[in-house]
């Protein structure tokens, strides 16, 4: 297996599979076919081993914001090409714009309640070892006042996870 060390040496290979992700049907590439097995570094994978053996592997938290599935409960697809030069912006900018929608979070400052989606209870040890370190891991992509708020009452807060929707996006 090819160690990846940062999430920016997977795009060569991520470009390859890109049509499949986005379409579910095969795409010619310059030397082979890619179908519904994948070709990735120089192997056959699934998309779960690309994604639990590779992207995740890089430590690199905000892939989970890029990662989709195509359910109603992850991260919006986005419709541009993802390249090294711009990556990390759009780690972050991907990150704002999930956080943001009710999908991804909400904070219920009232009762003291932290709505997270299911991502960040199937992939908690990816953004902390506790809730509140999951909270913080992500504080940063959040407006000012829903970080001070985070940051203020990380310990007191109480984390439930939103039912995941498991509808296609497209329905």
């Known amino acids: 297996m090819v160690k990846i060390h940062h999430v920016d040496q997977l795009l060569p290979q991520w470009r390859q599979l890109e049509g499949v992700i986005r379409t579910g049907h095969p795409v010619a590439t310059t030397n082979r076919e890619v179908d519904a097995e994948d070709y990735f570094a ?24 890029v990662i989709v599935c195509a359910s109603k409960g992850c991260p919006d697809l986005s419709p541009r090409i993802y390249n090294a030069e711009t990556l990390d912006e759009r780690l972050d900018e991907a990150a704002r714009k999930y956080l943001s929608q009710p999908k991804g979070m909400v904070i219920e400052k009232d009762t003291g309640v932290v709505l997270l989606s299911m991502i960040f209870n199937w992939f908690g040890s990816d953004f902390g070892d506790t809730p509140a370190e999951v909270l913080k891991a992500f504080s940063r992509y959040l407006p000012d006042e829903q970080a001070e708020f985070l940051r203020e009452n990380s310990q007191k807060v109480i984390v439930r996870y939103i039912d995941y929707d498991w509808s296609l996006n497209g329905d």
């Open 42 to 65: 120089g192997f056959v994978e699934s998309l779960d081993d690309i994604e639990n053996n590779y992207l995740r592997e890089t430590g690199d938290n905000r892939i989970h914001f």
